[in-house]
């Protein structure tokens, strides 16, 4: 499965390594169904990379520390969201908040001061659309099988048209 490119929020230098801690995380549901895990930082400076793994969401602090009482994973299936677990860890020099999902999801990272915000929201299916959301890849529609021997592409074209229901224009020279 490749990865999804990693959104970078810049580090902004002057403090001191040590001062970069993590002091809380909490995680709730939001009023449309999404979880919100929310991670309350002791600098706001704080270096931070989010990028997709798989169906889990990763959330590195850079240069952090983490409390010996927030080396945890947090169970959260009873939320009825897309996320299912939080978990906290120490790599390195680094803090690893690792947010797995189940179904459709889609997510926005932000921060507001000392909070790290991450917002997974469900995605509905759509039976009209080609691709269904950001976890499935490739072909979603019904399989069908054809067999033709010697038909012109463009009479091809036109029953690829019919079938799904797009609107295929052909060049006169095709």
């Known amino acids: 499965v490749a990865d999804k490119p990693a959104q970078h929020f810049p580090e902004v230098k002057g ?4 001062e970069h801690s993590v002091r809380n995380i909490t995680f709730r549901r939001g009023a449309a169904g999404d979880g919100v895990v ?19 969401l990763v959330v590195d602090f850079q240069k952090t520390k983490l409390p010996e009482g927030l080396r945890r994973k947090i169970d959260v299936m009873d939320f009825a969201t897309p996320v299912t677990a939080v978990t906290t860890t120490e790599v390195g020099e ?8 189940t179904g459709l999801w889609e997510h926005a990272a932000y921060q507001t001061d000392n909070q790290f915000v991450v917002q997974v929201k469900p995605l509905k299916d759509d039976p009209n ?21 010697n038909i012109p592409l463009r009479e091809l074209l036109y029953v690829f048209a019919d079938i799904t229901g797009f609107n295929i224009v052909v060049s006169d020279g095709v």
């Open 15 to 18: 403090k001191d390594a040590g």
């Open 38 to 56: 929310t991670i309350d930082l002791a600098d706001a400076n704080t270096g931070v990379d989010v990028r997709q793994q798989g169906n889990n």
């Open 94 to 101: 680094n803090v690893r908040v690792t947010i797995a999902q």
């Open 129 to 149: 659309k080609l691709f269904q959301g950001s976890q499935k890849r490739g072909y979603q529609g019904e399989k069908i099988s054809l067999n033709f021997q």
